[in-house]
């Protein structure tokens, strides 16, 4: 399972792992039944306060996004097929949340916001037209 | 019972100029605290006092329930120390300097001094002095941790140290925490260390302690709100509005730290200023520090 | 750019604390040296090439003490390594500097030794002065030596930065000096041109080590290319196979070292000097206690250099008890091994010589005792030594100040008009009070005086010889002084390091430590110098004084029950009470914290 943590982004530490874990999750890397790196494993391995990574754990644990079991490592909860198309756009609903705020502040309007969605989409689904991907990120 | 208590701590070097004026924190056990604060803040006039090689002037410090001062060979057998001044004895070679450190204290453990004896490759017959500084640091490192101490005291450890060596170190406090169980109070002016150890931290500020908080609340209890210049947006009409703590006017944008969620504090900013284009950033905690501690200045 | 290199050298910065040292020392020996003079009659002897070594040792002592600790093993600063400067230019600087600082402080010297020698020529009797030769006949020769070891201090290891004071060095050091020193008084015995052969050499040798200069110091030496693989590849420290213990090592050697190893001698040599060791070149007068005062001083001048060190050891868990031995025991036992050797060197001797004799002063021969035996008085008039058959005699009495009525009398004079009878009963009063076993009068009367041709009382064949006719005899209180001398070394020196200890205390601003380190030095060596210049002076006499005190002892040791053990008991209890009082101060202080920087 590939966790990647950067300290200096703005996003603490913990929900970053949630973040990537419930992503994990949502994408299929991860399946029920899988088992999560120990706390120890994990925190040798990032390099980072192993009490942060209980948190991140206990916090996916109570979302419903992995289960405990008594003496055996975490793992992935078993969802429902409709479950998991829930969490993917539950995944990509918050990452949303943010640009609408952004949207907001910078006054654009409701439709062209959505405009400017559908041509993401589009750009992305037909690979030949980069150029707006790039100028959206800048 | 707290592994670590500072209660009002006063200090002064000279009479009248106070480093520390009325210091308190405690760490339970286990925890992990990061100290924050300027150059000459007084991190390590608190670190001494807590080695007991100082005295606070006013207040009291207790470690483990003992008075530094009043125990110290019981104090400083249970901590380890890594200093960014420390000198370690010059002309001694590292293996004398591990031996030396080995009977002085009674819960030494062999098989972690090897295995970071191991890790570090560190030359056992060189001389201290002819060590470079990250390896003199190994090896202070190792001596502070091979007792398996019950409070790791590190002052700005990884001062001057490059980025690989500092990972190392960061690892061994990590394999302390797992292992062992140490509390470790720290201080370091790389913010991305203190993001990745500490799950809490302690900023002292002007001689008394600004924040104390869980490090995930710090950053979610504050946001920064870039607010583009405009005639109306000055840094006291900021400064008036409820929750805002520190303004500074940089040549982006005004950079406003307020004390709540993102979302209530471009609230608040547009209801004093209308639509601005203001815009909300995470905060890292590099930037938290300068807009806390190079705001006010 | 030049001026700058110059003035920023550590031996052109240092140059004012080691101008006040170097005249301390300087005074300290010039002290011995007065004292020899107005204690001792001249040496008639190889009286020239003793003044030129005397003279020479007294110059190239503090100087020798100036090149070897003064910190000038620095060849330039770190800073200066990252200049654009080539290491020749920066040698040939801290060359000058050097050279510059050694000159001044011999200058100092050389002017504190001419000040002495115009400010007492009066007071001096002899005509010593006189027959001395002049400072400035040796003084080329001393100049060019002194450069000429300057030079060779330099040779040593001449790629370094820094050349770093270990034993090699320290021995090195020491032998340069030495043979420096030889060669001075070598060429002492030649016409003064022979200065340009020290200046020849000097000369030869800066141009020798300025051609085999690196094109950059470095910082630590190249080691020979021992593998370290081999040392890393076993990954683990062995608990055994190290020869001393690591922790013993650390203590000696942060304290200590071989700063100490050099410096621990001369404080033995005090210690010879309390034990009256100076007392038997030349006539047996003893006047131990007038080096007291430099006892003190030798026993403090230390601690500024061990307590900037300690930090090192400061966040060990070492307790601060345990530091406090270390800091004090070896000053204190080379005191007690110096008077320890002084004492074991006057036992070897003592058979030759007699307590009570008979000395022949004017055509009389008067009993002397040892002084301690003698009494004090304040007054006066002295009740006159009575025989039980009503002889009278007044007693012999020597002032502390010249004509003082404060002073010392015997009690066993027999002063010209002493019947044979008197004398005897004095003779076997005195050896009742010297020794353990008393001799009867008429066995001394028939023994050991006669009456010659003039009808005065003389000793047979000229002098006394009770105690090599005797040898059972045993003198009384042997050992009571020592508790005493040590009291008096000891406490005193202990309650100035609390004074000075005080200094750093939390809250203490730094620099008061140097100024009550200073005030000790300076007002310890005032006592010692003021000592000796109220002795030059006329104002009391060193003999005297030492002689008041011991008598004093001697009543202490008699009304004291249990008599000399518990002299010891009690001396020992105050000394350790004032040790325990000075280590609670240590255990309260802070310790100096590490420098900023690396310290050149």
């Given at each position: 399972m590939l966790i990647v943590v950067d300290p200096h982004s703005g996003v603490p530490v913990y929900r970053q792992i949630m973040d990537q874990v419930k992503f994990h999750v949502a994408s299929g890397l991860l399946n029920a039944g899988d088992e999560l790196p120990s706390t120890r494993a994990l925190s040798s391995e990032l390099g980072i306060n192993p009490m942060t990574i209980s948190k991140a754990y206990s916090y996916l644990e109570r979302e419903g996004v992995v289960e405990r079991r008594p003496g055996r490592p975490l793992v992935v909860k078993a969802f429902e097929t409709n479950q998991i198309h829930d969490n993917r756009i539950n995944q990509l609903r918050e990452s949303l949340a943010a640009t609408v705020t952004i949207a907001k502040q910078l006054g654009i309007r409701n439709d062209e916001a959505i405009a400017v969605f559908r041509e993401l989409l589009e750009n992305e689904a037909n690979p030949q037209a980069p150029d707006n991907e790039g100028k959206e990120q800048s | 019972m707290s592994i670590i208590e500072f209660n009002n701590i006063h200090r002064a070097y000279k009479r009248g100029i106070d480093v520390l004026r009325g210091v308190s924190f405690s760490l339970e056990k286990g925890e992990v605290v990061g100290l924050l604060g300027k150059n000459g803040a007084g991190k390590t006039t608190l670190m001494r006092i807590a080695m007991g090689m100082i005295e606070p002037q006013k207040g009291i410090v207790s470690l483990f329930g003992l008075g530094p001062r009043d125990e110290p060979i019981q104090v400083k057998r249970r901590v380890g120390y890594v200093s960014e001044d420390q000198i370690l004895p010059e002309f001694l070679r590292v293996r004398e300097v591990i031996q030396l450190h080995r009977g002085l204290f009674?819960?030494?453990d062999e098989a972690l001094e090897h295995d970071l004896c191991k890790r570090f490759s560190l030359p056992l017959n060189a001389k201290i002095r002819s060590l470079s500084k990250g390896q003199a640091r190994q090896v202070a490192l190792l001596c502070a941790v091979s007792h398996r101490p019950e409070l790791l005291l590190l002052d700005e450890p990884a001062g001057g140290l490059d980025p690989a060596a500092r990972r190392e170190f960061l690892e061994t406090s990590i394999q302390m925490l797992n292992e062992t169980g140490t509390t470790i109070l720290f201080s370091s002016h790389y913010m991305s260390d203190v993001e990745r150890l500490a799950g809490r931290v302690v900023m002292i500020h002007e001689g008394g302690v600004l924040i104390d908080s869980d490090i995930d609340l710090l950053r979610e209890g504050h946001s920064l709100v870039l607010v583009p210049h405009a005639p109306k947006v000055t840094r006291d009409a900021l400064l008036s509005?409820?929750?805002?703590i520190g303004v500074r006017d940089r040549s982006d944008a005004m950079h406003a730290v307020f004390r709540c969620q993102p979302r209530d504090a471009l609230d608040r900013v547009a209801r004093q200023f209308g639509s601005t284009g203001a815009r909300h950033r995470d905060v890292a905690l590099e930037e938290m520090f300068i807009e806390l501690v190079g705001g006010q200045s | 750019m030049r001026f700058a290199t110059l003035h920023h050298d550590p031996a052109i910065r240092s140059l004012p604390r080691w101008g006040a040292i170097s005249l301390a020392t300087m005074g300290v020996l010039l002290g011995l040296r007065a004292y020899r003079e107005i204690s001792h009659s001249p040496e008639v002897q190889y009286a020239h090439l003793r003044n030129v070594l005397g003279l020479a040792l007294t110059l190239w002592i503090p100087v020798s003490i100036h090149a070897l600790l003064a910190g000038i093993t620095a060849r330039c600063s770190r800073l200066d390594m990252t200049l654009p400067l080539p290491p020749r230019r920066l040698w040939v600087d801290h060359l000058a500097a050097v050279m510059i600082s050694s000159s001044i402080i011999l200058a100092l010297c050389v002017a504190l030794l001419s000040f002495q020698t115009s400010g007492f020529r009066g007071f001096l009797n002899d005509d010593l002065f006189l027959r001395r030769p002049t400072v400035a006949s040796l003084l080329p020769l001393l100049i060019t030596g002194l450069w000429l070891s300057s030079a060779l201090l330099q040779t040593y290891r001449p790629s370094l930065r820094k050349i770093h004071f270990d034993r090699h060095y320290a021995l090195f050091a020491a032998t340069t000096l030495t043979g420096t020193f030889v060669l001075i008084i070598v060429l002492s015995e030649l016409p003064s041109i022979s200065a340009a052969i020290p200046f020849g050499l000097a000369a030869w040798i800066v141009v020798r080590t300025y051609r085999s200069l690196p094109a950059a110091f470095r910082h630590v030496p190249l080691v020979a290319a021992t593998d370290p693989e081999s040392s890393r590849a076993t990954g683990a420290v062995d608990s055994t196979g190290s020869r001393s213990s690591p922790l013993l090592r650390t203590l000696w050697s942060t304290i200590w070292g071989w700063k100490g190893v050099l410096f621990l001698p001369f404080v033995a040599v005090f210690g010879a000097l309390l034990a009256g060791l100076s007392s038997w070149f030349g006539d047996h007068t003893d006047e131990r206690f007038a080096n007291t005062a430099i006892c003190w001083y030798m026993l403090l001048a230390i601690f500024p250099a061990i307590m900037k060190k300690l930090h090192t050891l400061d966040a060990l868990p070492i307790s601060r008890k345990m530091l406090f031995v270390c800091l004090i025991l070896p000053g204190l036992l080379a005191v007690v091994a110096g008077y320890g050797a002084a004492e074991l060197i006057k036992e070897f001797r003592s058979d030759t010589v007699e307590h009570i004799r008979m000395s022949n002063h004017n055509d009389h021969f008067y009993l002397t005792v040892p002084p301690e035996n003698c009494e004090i008085t304040g007054k006066s008039t002295i009740p006159k030594n009575t025989a039980p058959w009503g002889e009278a005699h007044e007693p012999w009495r020597a002032g502390l100040r010249r004509d003082g009525t404060i002073g010392i009398y015997s009690p066993f004079s027999t002063p010209p008009g002493s019947s044979i009878e008197f004398v005897a009963w004095q003779i076997s009063r005195a050896v009742d009070a010297v020794y353990t076993e008393s001799i009867s009068p008429g066995e001394i009367e028939s023994r050991y005086l006669e009456i010659d041709q003039h009808g005065r009382v003389v000793p047979r064949n000229g002098k006394l010889t009770i105690l090599a006719d005797h040898p059972d005899l045993r003198v009384r209180g042997t050992g009571r002084l020592f508790p005493f001398v040590m009291l008096i070394a000891f406490v005193p020196f202990l309650l100035l390091l609390c004074v000075y200890l005080s200094a750093y205390r939390a809250g203490v601003p730094r620099t008061r430590a140097v100024w009550i380190a200073v005030l000790l030095l300076v007002g310890t060596i005032s006592i010692h110098i003021a000592g000796f210049v109220g002795a030059i002076l006329k104002f009391y006499t060193l003999w005297v004084h030492t002689a008041f005190i011991k008598i004093i002892v001697r009543h202490i040791a008699t009304v004291l029950p249990g008599g000399t053990p518990v002299t010891w008991v009690v001396c020992g209890l105050l000394v350790l009470l004032s040790y325990l009082f000075a280590q609670r101060q240590f255990e309260r202080i802070e310790l100096p914290p590490a420098p900023r920087q690396p310290a050149d």
């Open positions: - | 009674p819960t030494w509005i409820e929750g805002c | -």
